[in-house]
């Protein structure tokens, strides 16, 4: 196959769902997911580890070089302290001094003097070497306590003038030496361009000059090369070529080179890391307390992405803030490079990932194709085509377990016939016993929300209302009101846990007579448990149940009438058990409810006779009166404690059950008679 045909295969089998795709997908994912995972977290640590050195190295960096600015201004200083307390200066400064107020003559005039020159050729060599012994010094000054500089080694344009009034009154240098005079503190002036220098940026120190008697007499004052300044902060830690670190004022204007000498006090640097330095150190509001400076990436000065800290400094009055900084590329590069590796690597790893898929989704779904080519036919009903597939592997057993299904099938189709006539069989069978319900019982069949579905002909009759008007309708059309809501909740919540219901229920039909039925609910049940559909069985029972409400409407007569009469009446039946009895019985004789209702004749005869006077007798009587149907009598008892009572006794047929009739003894107390006294 050509190269464009195979990749235009590649394309294709990936593109089109099938087998081939999900192998490929597969593949894939199982090839590049875990590796890609291993390659971003190996990229993140190693980035991370990276810019924890970075910011390891920046810190000890500027921990050196601030250590290394503080000491050196320490040391400056002390000389500054220890020429402003030298006898010789403050012995030249106030020889110029008298000089120039006993000259008469003018600022101007005087320093350049016949008279000026003896005194400094006399005066000036201890300066001169210390200005030739160190480098850092660009300028040394004599200046009296009216600011006037009578003396300078380089005798630049400033020699001559005064600092207080005259042209250079604003400068910092200017501003120094007031302060020293007149508090008589060691001062250093931060950087500023300075003119009588040609406009170089210089620094300035300035003391008080102390004569032996402990006066100040003039103010010392040394210019400082910023040059030497910048030295200190030029370090770099090994491998970081871009790595610088410069001093920041409070105006954020540079005060050291930063990528070039003409950037002090030209460059303003406002980045995070300095304003940050403003917020924590310089602000009102700035939080006391020496604190842990924050590292992070940010963009630099030329808007490139670095990684910087400060460090807060303080020379005298002065703040500055020490910042070193690295391109976070440069810091960045490695991690970077095993990206770009990583990427070659999955781009290879991709590559063969596909190149393999493909071999094997075809080795896979070639003899699948055959297969379903077969499988398409035997589904129309050609069932004598054998799948033959000469691999011996799992798509073989396939094709076997084909074979086989087919042969299975065939025998399958002849059970299904015959199962098929059996079910045939059944259901005729099945129909003959629901005529034969139909003609028995009433049947209805709803839904879980009472909605009918189902009626036979023997519920349309006895309803009233056809097929028709019965079907989608909720079973309530039929409720007489007869039974309260607690009877159909018992109803519904049985049905809901899957048990049969069993019970009389009455109903209305359509025209409005009442009719009753005895109703068996059974539940149909989903796969889930729950009930899907009702069916109801019921048989007429509305003959019974009026015969049974006549029975007990005569039965209410009877003991509305007990009740009503003034005479005491127990009925007993054959069974020697009291059937009824008012509450005037009990009164008379002194019985109690549970004696009568639970007692015979026997045990009601015990208790009456107890308190008679002849209680035998009258036991005789009654049971003689009990024995023989039709038999009367009647008289007086006397009780114990003197009540009388007249009684009529006697025997008589009584109904017990519908249709039916018993013998019954009863008893008349009638009257109470109270004894005479």
């Known amino acids: 196959m050509r190269e464009g045909e195979q990749r235009s295969s590649l394309f294709h089998s990936y593109i089109k769902a099938g087998l081939s795709r999900t192998i490929l997908t ?23 580890a990276l810019r924890d050195g970075a910011i390891r190295s920046l810190r000890e960096v500027t921990d050196q070089q601030s250590r290394f600015i503080n000491n050196w201004f320490s040391y400056r200083f002390k000389d500054l302290r220890a020429q402003a307390e030298s006898r010789h200066n403050s012995a030249f400064i106030t020889a110029l001094s008298e ?13 350049g003097s016949y008279q000026w020159a003896l005194l400094v050729e006399a005066n000036k060599n201890d300066l001169v070497q210390l200005m030739q012994i160190y480098a850092y010094y660009y300028d040394l000054f004599l ?31 200017a501003r120094i030496v007031r302060q020293s005079a007149d ?17 170089i940026v210089a620094g300035f120190l300035s003391a008080p000059l102390i004569d032996e008697e402990g006066n100040k007499v003039g103010v010392f004052a040394a210019q400082l090369k910023v040059d030497t300044i910048s030295e200190l902060t030029t370090d770099r830690a090994p491998g970081h070529a871009s790595q610088v670190s410069y001093l920041v004022g409070r105006d954020l204007f540079a005060r050291t080179a930063i990528y070039s000498s003409d950037d002090a006090l030209t460059m303003k640097v406002e980045t995070e890391q300095s304003r940050l330095w403003l917020s924590e150190h310089i602000a009102l509001d700035a939080p006391e307390g020496r604190r842990e400076e ?3 990436n940010y963009a630099g000065p030329l808007g490139r992405r670095v990684i910087g800290i400060h460090h807060p400094l303080s020379i005298g009055e002065i703040k500055w803030s020490l910042i070193s900084e690295i391109d976070e590329a440069e810091a960045l590069a490695p991690a970077r490079w095993m990206a770009q590796l990583t990427l070659m690597v999955l781009g290879t790893v991709l590559v063969l990932v596909v190149v393999v898929a493909s071999l094997v989704s075809r080795r896979i779904t070639r003899p699948l194709t055959s297969l379903v080519a077969n499988i398409e036919r035997a589904a129309v009903g050609n069932m004598d085509q054998q799948v033959v597939i000469s691999s011996n592997d799992e798509i073989s057993q396939l094709a076997k377990a084909f074979n086989f299904m087919i042969v299975a099938r065939q025998a399958f189709e002849n059970e299904l016939k015959t199962g098929a006539a059996r079910v045939q069989q059944t259901l005729v069978e099945l129909e003959e016993q629901k005529f034969a319900l139909d003609q028995h019982a009433i049947v209805s069949i709803t839904d879980v929300a009472g909605t009918i579905t189902f009626v036979n002909e023997k519920f349309t009759a006895i309803s009233g209302y056809n097929e028709a008007e019965l079907m989608g309708q909720n079973h309530r059309v039929l409720n007489s009101g007869y039974h309260p809501s607690d009877f159909f909740r018992v109803l519904y919540t049985t049905l809901e846990r899957g048990e049969v219901w069993h019970g009389e229920i009455c109903n209305r039909a359509k025209q409005g007579q009442l009719f009753w039925v005895d109703s068996t609910i059974l539940p ?15 048989s007429d029972i509305t003959k019974r149940k009026m015969a049974e409400l006549n029975s007990a409407n005569s039965l209410a007569i009877v003991e509305g009438t007990l009740e009503a009469t003034d005479n005491g009446i127990v009925v007993i039946n054959e069974h020697n058990k009291a059937l009824h009895h008012n509450q005037r019985i009990l009164d008379l004789l002194g019985l109690s409810r549970d004696q009568v209702l639970f007692g015979n004749v026997r045990s009601m005869l015990d208790v009456v006779s107890r308190a008679l006077i002849d209680g035998e007798s009258f036991a005789n009587v009654v049971e003689g009166i009990q024995s023989r149907e039709g038999l009367f009598s009647t008289g007086t008892i006397n009780f114990q404690d003197g009540r009388i009572v007249e009684t009529a006794r006697g025997s008589c047929p009584y109904p017990t059950v519908p249709g039916g009739r018993s013998g019954a003894s009863v008893i008349l107390p009638s009257k109470l008679k109270l004894p005479l006294n």
């Open 26 to 48: 597969w593949l894939l994912i199982l090839a590049l997911v875990p590796l890609s995972a291993v390659c971003w977290v190996g990229y993140q640590q190693s980035s991370q």
């Open 99 to 111: 000089g120039f107020r006993n000259s008469g003559k003018t600022l101007a005039d005087y320093v």
């Open 143 to 173: 200046i009296d306590l009216d600011g006037n500089i009578l003396f300078s080694v380089k005798q630049e344009a400033d020699l001559g003038s005064n600092l207080f009034t005259g042209p250079y009154q604003s400068s910092l240098f």
């Open 183 to 199: 508090s008589g503190e060691a001062l250093f002036s931060d950087f500023e361009r300075y003119a009588p220098s040609d406009d």
């Open 294 to 296: 924050k590292a992070f």
């Open 524 to 538: 149909f049940m989903d796969a889930d448990g729950q009930p899907k559909s009702y069916i109801t069985i019921r």
